[in-house]
């Protein structure tokens, strides 16, 4: 059984930064595509970026050029680098991990920018 736990969000200004950790436990992490999804109150989860087994990564418009997805396998860990927050940036960021048709979500962590 894979476990994911995210931590790294908090309350932060507009226009400050934060990194997002989601610590995986058991199960072949490097084998794994990877994601970070937010949701808004009341609104469907939606992928923010994604980090295929191969390093290669996808960003949701909104975010390209601020946030950096990016692995490290030795630590089994996934990390978005949040830049130039905006107040539109609030939600609980989920992470999430999957390999053909299986996937598994953390907990989440909410992300609060106030301006």
């Known amino acids: 059984q894979v476990r994911l736990v995210e931590s790294g969000g908090g309350l932060v200004q507009v226009g400050g930064s934060l990194r997002l950790s989601c610590a995986a436990s058991?199960?072949?992490?490097?084998?794994?595509?990877m994601g970070w999804y937010r949701q808004y109150p009341r609104k469907a989860r939606e992928l923010v970026a994604g980090?295929?087994?191969?390093?290669?990564?996808n960003y949701a418009d909104s975010v390209k050029v601020r946030f950096t997805i990016s692995r490290d396998n030795g630590k089994n860990t996934v990390y978005l680098q949040m830049n130039s927050l905006k107040p539109e940036d609030t939600a609980v960021y989920y992470c999430?991990?999957?390999?053909?048709?299986?996937?598994?979500w953390g907990q989440g962590t909410q992300v609060t920018v106030s301006s």
């Open positions: 980090i295929t087994s191969g390093d290669v990564t």
């Open positions: 058991g199960g072949d992490f490097s084998t794994y595509n």
């Open positions: 999430k991990i999957e390999r053909g048709y299986w996937s598994t």
